[in-house]
């Protein structure tokens, strides 16, 4: 596929051999020759040309000036178009340093050394070290060439926009990590060099320390540890390599080698352009050192692309999710209940996924204030598509759950308004489906007057993004639990319920519910089959709600081009046409662009993810905005 903004990263652990740099540098060649030849940057551990447990062997002359000449080998040995960072310890001016190497195009590009010397416990560096605050030098000669060294240097790449931030081990443990001044600086990869020695439960504290790093900084985090040839003495170490985005760990390992992905840059600068606050900038005392990679037009992407990102692959990540999902849906309801001074909730029900589950967040909120659930009027109200199934699955559904039934049929009223407007009821366009919309509508706000309550709307996020709901119909409520809950969400909130109802025994609760969310997805406004069946199915109209939803999550959560998007489509959907994920993709520009209006006038609702579409809250978009530029790039889509 097209590379687009992704930077392909190695993290290798090589065996050491303690105080011989050319057999470390010979068995760090080889780990580059064996990776991607696409790899644009390869990260070795701490001190990793001589081994980081040298101890007093630090003080050799012959040591120190070996390890420079294999660096310079490294560097002119290793893979064009690779950047290599690697640990050594450094003279500079009179003091001793615990550094890393920054190599690129045959040279030594710079030197980061290190802040924070541990001289606690197990570690003995400031023995041998000083710490960054003692440079005096601002370069030191290698090879006869002037290399800048600093505690406060990155490096650029001028190609592909990756801003390199390297720290050392415990520089990551402290309270204020230089990697974050790094960031503030404008690095958007950061780079570990480690020797973690291992201990009962550091394993873990470690990898949370990486994933929270690079959440908090916006970055790529590259960890990379010492292995297991380091000296046994007293430590052992597992070489515990982590690569983290955002947050997310992408790859880890304790065994192998060297691991590799790809980080999205793309996904890393729009988060920092829309995140302001959270990353000032500062590049005070900083010293950039810039370099061009190779352009790279391809790349074979080996991170995982989700398939379905608002839904948890793991079943018990899944149902906290839900359960955290539903909790918040729930309080956001019970709230708003309790300030208005409100008993009395009316709600729409079809016996379809969003009115069910807005059902089962109405009984949670009136559960949470300790109201009875007869405040709660569900209504059925049957017209020309309701079929049998859906209609016996709300029946029973709001039987088990305990609320106020009430049925009021639509048939005739509408047809009154067909022959009040001149509609032909025979003819199944638009004002039939919105018709009966609107007239549910009036139902439930007249109802709510009089029981002197508010109506729960039922939409859901899927809908609202595409427009699928009749303005000043079921796009309108008084209070809507749904909004930023997506299709392929719902059914696994309702799924989740239904695994709870197992649990406590209710075997009925669960059957109806499971029934409820193996029902194809309809507004039911057209009438069913000759066997009575659902004929009106949203998915044979809009498209598929899983690449909907995909579509939708990458462009508001990235902002990603319509390219991209349907590039990872393909990959997250191999079973999927390309042409009818093209088509869909069409589909979903075309919709969104043209029904901002109804979002424009949304009622209010909880937030319960990262994507919203409150135009009082994450999405503010004129309602006449063009399309124009999105679907050229999505009709240009070579399938």
């Not at 039911?524 to 069946?533: A, H, I, M, T, V």
Request: aromatic share 8%; net charge negative.
């Amino acid at each position: 596929m097209k590379r687009f903004d992704y930077y392909k990263a190695a993290v290798c652990t090589p065996p050491v051999s303690i105080g011989n740099p050319k057999a470390n540098v010979d068995e760090m060649l080889r780990i580059l020759q064996s990776l991607d030849p696409d790899t644009q940057l390869a990260v070795f551990p701490e001190l990793a040309v001589t081994g980081y447990t040298c101890a007093d062997l630090f003080y050799e002359d012959l040591l120190l000036n070996e390890a420079v000449d294999q660096l310079v080998r490294l560097a002119e040995e290793a893979p064009a178009n690779m950047a290599v960072i690697a640990g050594i310890p450094l003279k500079a001016g009179t003091r001793l340093f615990n550094a890393a190497a920054f190599l690129f195009g045959g040279k030594v590009l710079g030197f980061y050394v290190k802040h924070h010397l541990p001289g606690y416990n197990e570690y003995y560096e400031p023995r041998w070290f000083s710490p960054a605050r003692d440079l005096g030098v601002s370069c030191v000669k290698v090879n006869g060439i002037n290399v800048p060294v600093s505690g406060k240097i990155l490096f650029a790449d001028e190609t592909t926009d990756a801003v390199i931030g390297i720290e050392i081990c415990e520089d990551l443990w402290v309270a204020v990590p230089p990697s974050s001044g790094h960031a503030q600086a404008g690095a958007n990869i950061l780079v570990n060099c480690s020797a973690s020695n291992e201990v009962i439960a550091k394993n873990r504290y470690r990898r949370d320390l990486v994933s929270s790093q690079s959440a908090k900084t916006y970055s790529g985090y590259l960890y990379c540890s010492a292995g297991p040839d380091e000296s046994s003495t007293d430590l052992v170490f597992s070489g515990a390599d982590l690569m983290a985005e955002n947050g997310k760990i992408l790859a880890e390992t304790a065994s192998e080698e060297s691991i590799s992905c790809e980080i999205d840059l793309q996904h890393l600068n729009s988060d920092r352009l829309k995140f302001k606050t959270s990353l000032q900038e500062n590049r005070e005392g900083y010293t950039v050192v810039t370099y061009a990679s190779a352009n790279l037009e391809t790349i074979e992407l080996t991170r995982a692309v989700e398939a379905y990102p608002f839904v948890p692959g793991d079943l018990n990540r899944r149902l906290e999710r839900c359960e955290t999902i539903l909790g918040i849906q729930a309080q956001g309801l019970a709230t708003r209940l309790k300030k208005i001074g409100c008993r009395q909730a009316v709600i729409g029900i079809s016996g379809g996924l969003d009115s069910t589950l807005a059902l089962l967040v109405t009984v949670r909120a009136f559960r949470i204030l300790g109201l009875p659930v007869s405040g709660i009027t569900a209504v059925t109200m049957p017209g020309f598509g309701t079929t049998k199934r859906t209609k016996s699955n709300a029946d029973e559904l709001m039987e088990l759950l305990g609320v106020t039934r009430m049925e009021v049929p639509i048939a005739a009223s509408v047809r009154q308004h067909f022959a009040d407007i001149g509609q032909d009821e025979s003819v199944h366009d638009i004002t039939y489906e919105n018709g009966q919309a609107r007239e549910r509508t009036q139902i439930l706000m007249d109802l709510a007057n009089k029981v002197n309550g508010i109506v729960i709307g039922t939409g859901d996020l899927s809908e609202l993004a595409l427009g699928w709901c009749t303005y000043n119909g079921d796009h309108m409520s008084m209070y809507a639990v749904n909004a930023s809950v997506p299709k392929t969400l719902v059914r696994y909130l309702v799924e989740s319920e239904a695994l709870s109802a197992r649990k406590a025994g209710y075997t009925k609760l669960e059957r109806v519910l499971l029934d409820i969310c193996d029902t194809p997805v309809s507004p039911e406004l057209l009438p069913p089959d000759k066997d009575g069946n659902i004929a009106q199915k949203t998915e044979e109209v809009l498209g598929s709600y899983d690449l909907h939803d995909f579509f939708l999550y990458h462009m508001l959560r990235y902002h990603e081009s319509p390219e991209k998007i349907f590039e990872l489509a393909r990959l997250a959907f191999p079973q999927v046409d390309a042409g009818k994920i093209k088509e869909s993709l069409r589909t979903f520009y075309r919709r969104f662009f043209a029904q901002q209006f109804k979002r424009s006038c949304l009622p209010d609702g909880p937030k319960v993810g990262s994507i919203c579409l409150s135009p009082r809250g994450d999405w503010r978009m004129p309602s006449d905005a063009s399309a124009a530029l999105w679907l050229k790039q999505a009709e240009e889509l070579d399938v």
